[in-house]
C-alpha cells in the first residue's frame, strides 16, 4: 500500500473518530462548518482553469491567489513537498480552501476536497465565506456583472486538524 493511500486510511479513520467523539460528547464543538463559494468555472482542465482565474482576477479587479497550489495526478492539486512534509508529513497534500481564509480573492481550488461536488474538477473561486457574510452576496452580484453563470454553492468545511 502506498503512503497516499495510509494517509487517506488515516485522515478517514480520524474523521469518523471525531464523528463519533462529536455524537458521545455534545459539548465538544463540531469540527465542520457551513461555508459558502462563490463559484466562476468549473473545468476538468487545469491549465484552462488557470488562463480564466487569471483574466477573472483582472476583469473583477479581485487578487489572485493561487495559494502556491500546483496540479497534481494523484490529489488533483498540492501544495509544495515542502508544505506537504511539514505540516502533514507527506507529499502531495491538499487542503481545500474555507478552513480560516475567507475573503474575496480567485484561486482554483480541486472539487475533491468538498462534500457535494462533482468529483474532478478544477474550481475557479472569488469568495468564501459564512453562509450569511455580505461579501458572498456582494462578490457574486460583482462576479454576475460580467460571468451571468457565477453561482454560490454551500458546503461544510472541515477546520480541524491536518497533522
Sequence with gaps: MNRGAILRIVVLSVLGL?????????????????????????????????RFSIAAAKALDARLDLRDLSPDKKVGLTFSRKACQHEIGSFPCYWPRGRFDD???????????????????????????????????????????????????TTPVYLGCVH
Excluded: C, Q
Excluded at 18 to 26: F, L
Excluded at 36 to 45: D, E, M
Excluded at 108 to 115: A, D, L, Q
Design 18 to 50: 471525531a464523528r463519533m467523539s462529536r455524537a458521545d460528547d455534545s459539548d465538544e464543538p463540531s469540527p465542520w462548518v457551513k461555508k459558502s463559494f462563490v463559484i466562476l468555472k468549473s473545468t476538468g482542465s487545469y491549465d484552462e482553469a488557470h
Design 103 to 153: 475573503g474575496v480573492y480567485v484561486s482554483i481550488e480541486y472539487s475533491n476536497g468538498y462534500k457535494g461536488f462533482k468529483d474532478g474538477l478544477y474550481i475557479v473561486i472569488l469568495a468564501n465565506g459564512g453562509t450569511e457574510d455580505e461579501n458572498i452576496k456582494s462578490a457574486l452580484r460583482h462576479a454576475r456583472a460580467i460571468y451571468p453563470d457565477a453561482y454560490v454553492k
